[in-house]
């Protein structure tokens, strides 16, 4: 079971930390990933990082303003954003890879987090 965390409202320009917790500690061999939603659009990727915190890759609209990270073989991955755009504004999931990186191929989902960003 995965539990995101972090989650509230921020002005624009500002940060939130999120935090996706498993509590099945296996997960600490697989990838893991960080994807949002708005009503009436697809999950769109956000983040992803490998199961030793090495290998990260973004979606474009948050390259250089969110970090994910991960301690090495660890079950809890985080989401560092800054400069927060109301665009921003979503529901955050967190997701676990069947693989030891994220290849985006899901195995199992977290209950969400809103985060809302006022202008």
């Known amino acids: 079971q995965l539990q995101a965390s972090g989650g509230g409202l921020v002005q624009a320009g500002g940060s939130l930390r999120l935090s996706c917790a498993a509590s099945?500690?296996?997960?600490?061999?697989?990838?893991m990933a960080w994807f949002r939603q708005t009503p009436g659009k697809d999950r769109e990727f956000v983040a992803g990082?490998?199961?030793?915190?090495?290998?990260?890759s973004y979606g474009d609209a948050v390259k250089g303003r969110f970090t994910v990270s991960r301690q090495k073989a660890q079950s809890t991955m985080y989401l560092q954003m800054n400069n927060l755009k109301p665009e921003d504004t979503a529901v955050y999931y967190c997701?676990?890879?069947?693989?030891?990186?994220?290849?985006?191929?899901?195995?199992?989902w977290g209950q969400g987090t809103l985060v809302t960003v006022s202008s």
């Open positions: 990082v490998d199961w030793n915190g090495g290998t990260t």
């Open positions: 997701a676990v890879d069947r693989r030891a990186f994220w290849s985006g191929s899901p195995q199992s």
């Open positions: 099945d500690r296996t997960v600490s061999n697989n990838g």
